[in-house]
């Protein structure tokens, strides 16, 4: 073999080794009675994606860094629940949340929340769809809030805040 296509060989086998392509799994949804619950499936250390089909999930808060959980088809998979994410680098895409006390609370950074559907939050009591923790806040690794809809939410004025950042009160648990 040519020395030059001998080295292509070990650079690309040295590279394949140590670039490992991310593993993808499919994860079926629940009804809302009934929903999926992710605790076991993202705690599959195999996957660091996680592919929700339509249907509907309760979410544990995520505590594994670099891990993406999207919807198969954006707005069709649905949370029961709100969660946090305590681990740097996670992404939720495509995600949906009707819920009056709102969705995530985000305690580390570079967490990205992208093309996920927010509504029906704060129509009674206070409620924020996105709270950025300070914890969360990095010149590092940004935390990246982008193309999400916050639809029919508030009652009043005080009651709502779609998108919150700073510290908890010690009053506010989430």
Known sequence: MHPILWNSAIIALLLGTQF?????????GGTASSPTELA?????????????????????????????IRAEHAGKAHMANRFAITAAGVTIDGISRAGEKGA???RA???????C???????????????????SLSADQITVVTNNTFDDWGGSPSSVCVIKIGRASCRERV
């Open 20 to 28: 490992a392509q991310a593993k993808s799994c499919r994860v079926p």
């Open 40 to 68: 076991h499936y993202v705690s599959n250390e195999a996957c660091n994606e996680f592919v929700l089909r339509d249907g509907w999930y309760t979410f544990p808060d995520l505590t594994r860094s670099a891990i993406t």
């Open 104 to 106: 995530i609370a985000v």
């Open 117 to 135: 559907s927010f509504s029906n939050f704060g129509k009674t009591s206070y409620g924020r769809a996105v709270w950025i923790w300070d914890e």
């Open 109 to 115: 950074p570079g967490a990205t929340i992208k093309n």
